[in-house]
């Protein structure tokens, strides 16, 4: 699997972006997004300016909302396998993990951890879900839990990298000031992590 991680947005690197999908196609999840009392109109606005994003890269883009996923991990599995990419949007690192888990999506990209042609993109949360533990991530993130189907909160990330990622580090953004107390956060429990400024762009390949 390689990994196309942004601190917000698409980032500096699209074009990069573009050429490490397979099919020229990708799907775009918003779940992070799905908070209790989430705005709607904004939400779709985001999720319009992130998908046109995709689009302008030349890229065909596909809209994926995992709840229409929940316990059908089958089907996702084909979906995903016919795209070859999916890019993850910023939001909440929790909800996301909780979507995540209801469709089976973390199960399935366990499986492709060792497509070396699929491409795990995203920003911020969507990198964040990466790592080892999501303890200690509640310094920027709200313990949001809005599904019925799953009212736990879930701590452990997917274990992709021995790092956690952390954005929106000396950036003019509203989560850069709590980013700070997440840094020092790790330092005290001597966790590996990685800053990324916005713009800046993480690519594991």
């Known amino acids: 699997m390689k990994y196309y ?3 917000f947005e698409i980032g500096k690197e699209g074009k990069k972006l573009t050429s490490l999908c397979p099919h020229g196609k990708i ?9 209790i009392s989430i705005n709607l109109e904004r939400r779709e606005n985001r999720n319009k300016k992130d998908m046109s994003l995709l689009n302008d890269l030349g890229l065909m883009v596909a809209l994926i ?14 979906k995903l396998k016919e795209l070859g990419a999916i890019f993850i949007s910023g939001g909440n690192v929790f909800i996301l993990r909780q979507a995540m ?7 399935i990209l366990k499986e492709l951890q060792n497509d070396v042609n699929f491409l795990y993109a995203g920003y911020s949360a969507g990198g964040c879900v990466l790592a080892q533990s ?4 509640d310094i920027v ?4 839990t ?6 736990e909160i879930i701590w452990e990330g ?3 990298v021995d790092f956690r990622f952390i954005p929106h580090w000396h950036s003019d953004h509203p989560e850069s000031e709590d980013i700070e107390k997440e840094v020092e956060y790790c330092k005290q429990n001597n966790i590996p992590y990685r800053t990324l400024k916005d713009g800046e762009v993480l690519i594991i390949e």
Do not use: C, T, V, W
């Open 5 to 7: 991680l942004s601190s």
């Open 27 to 35: 799907g775009y999840i918003p779940n992070a997004r799905d908070f």
């Open 65 to 78: 909302d995992l709840r229409d996923y929940f316990g059908r991990q089958d089907a996702l599995r084909k």
């Open 101 to 107: 888990k209801l469709s089976g999506l973390d199960i």
């Open 134 to 137: 999501l303890k200690g991530m």
């Open 141 to 144: 993130d709200s313990l949001d």
């Open 146 to 151: 809005p599904y019925d189907e799953q009212k």
């Open 158 to 160: 997917l274990e992709f």
